[in-house]
């Protein structure tokens, strides 16, 4: 019922940024949370950051505290990540994923998934 598609991926030496946006479509009349997850080399797929319907709550793994933000602006259907200070591990393919509640969801336990984009971080 809400299709996500990701965008801004690429290629980026160690220290710089990169912005992520994902677009959804579908069901968008009801609120939903949405948050972005990771998958390294050879690892699990983890949690990024998370945003609820309204904004006012976010969560963040450890790993990205300081460095990541995100943020959704609703009138345009569309979450970002903005990724600053990019560190080789964080280098993986970056998922959004979208729920129907209006609670924040900092867990795999979402309904709805992009295919993912890419990002490379060079050192």
């Known amino acids: 019922q809400v299709q996500l598609v990701e965008s801004g991926g690429g290629l980026v030496q160690a220290g710089g940024s990169l912005r992520l946006s994902c677009v959804a479509s579908g069901r968008t009349f009801s609120p939903y949370a949405m948050g972005w997850f990771r998958q390294a080399p050879g690892k699990e797929r983890e949690f990024v950051a998370a945003?609820?319907?309204?904004?006012?709550?976010?969560d963040y793994a450890d790993s990205v505290k300081g460095r990541f933000t995100i943020s959704r602006e609703n009138a345009k259907n569309t979450a970002y990540l903005q990724m600053n200070s990019l560190k080789p591990e964080d280098t993986a393919v970056y998922y959004c994923?979208?729920?129907?509640?209006?609670?924040?969801?900092?867990?795999?336990?979402?309904?709805?998934w992009g295919k993912g984009t890419l990002v490379t971080v060079s050192s």
């Open positions: 945003i609820n319907w309204s904004g006012g709550s976010r």
């Open positions: 994923a979208a729920q129907h509640t209006i609670l924040v969801v900092s867990t795999a336990k979402y309904d709805y």
